[in-house]
């Protein structure tokens, strides 16, 4: 199957800082990928719908500014968290699908802990 | 609107037991359906799916049948083990293109040995 990657798979880092975080679709050309958060214990939340070479699409009470996302070719997608706070700590997970699959396929997941 | 209900866990089970995991839709259209597995610390794998009324898809033991008369998508094995233990998440894509996928609550399996 499609292999999606995400980088770092774990990260700290203190409060005010921003934190990148990477998706890569491995060996597909993903021309829409989405972010989601993870809360323990709880469903996925979708954060954003990413297409390559637009803007994202924010679902509603999401910050734009805050978690910043570029898409900009069609194997990479990022989220930046800017100044992140440790109510940002959460499991971020992406997921990429392409062409007119209905499949997506879920990178590992970034676990974030904000200090 | 889209929603996806599944049975709220956690389900605990004995080595060898028969796993069922109940899962509903409702949907305009004709969605897909599918199961992602989430192992502890882990992303999700798509585990199976069914894209059309009728259609059964099935991997690893694991099996579930799209029934469009009662919504239903229900996940079954017949002989779990213990590295079946994880969250398993019923999902559906209410287009054939690129939209969100929307995800039940998850239910959380433990098989013990």
């Known amino acids: 199957g499609a292999v999606v990657s995400q980088h770092p798979s774990r990260v700290i880092c203190k409060s005010g800082t921003s934190v990148k975080i990477e998706c890569r679709s491995l060996?597909?050309?993903?021309?829409?990928m989405f972010w989601y958060r993870q809360f323990p214990k709880q469903s996925l939340m979708l954060m954003a719908t990413?297409?390559?070479?637009?803007?994202?699409?924010?679902e509603q009470g999401v910050e734009k500014d805050k978690f910043l996302i570029n898409h900009a070719s069609l194997t990479l997608s990022t989220l930046t968290v800017t100044s992140a706070h440790p109510e940002d700590s959460s499991f971020y997970i992406c997921?990429?699908?392409?062409?007119?699959?209905?499949?997506?396929?879920f990178g590992p997941g970034t676990r974030l802990l904000v200090l | 609107g889209n929603s996806v209900t599944q049975m709220e866990g956690p389900v605990t089970l004995s080595e060898e037991a028969f796993l069922t995991i109940n899962c509903t839709y409702t949907?305009?259209?004709?969605?897909?359906l599918f199961w992602y597995v989430q192992y502890p610390g882990e992303g999700l794998q798509l585990l199976l799916k069914?894209?059309?009324?009728?259609d059964k898809g099935s991997n690893k033991g694991f099996e579930a049948t799209y029934r469009k008369e009662t919504t239903s998508f229900h996940l079954e094995k017949g002989s779990v083990q213990v590295s079946d233990s994880a969250v398993y998440f019923c999902?559906?894509?209410?287009?054939?293109?690129?939209?969100?996928?929307?995800f039940g609550k998850g239910t959380r399996l433990s098989v013990i040995a």
């Open positions: 997921s990429a699908s392409g062409g007119s699959q209905e499949t997506q396929y």
């Open positions: 060996d597909f050309q993903a021309t829409t």
């Open positions: 990413s297409n390559e070479g637009s803007k994202a699409t924010y």
């Open positions: 949907a305009t259209g004709y969605p897909s």
């Open positions: 069914a894209t059309k009324a009728d």
């Open positions: 999902a559906l894509n209410p287009s054939s293109g690129n939209t969100p996928l929307v």
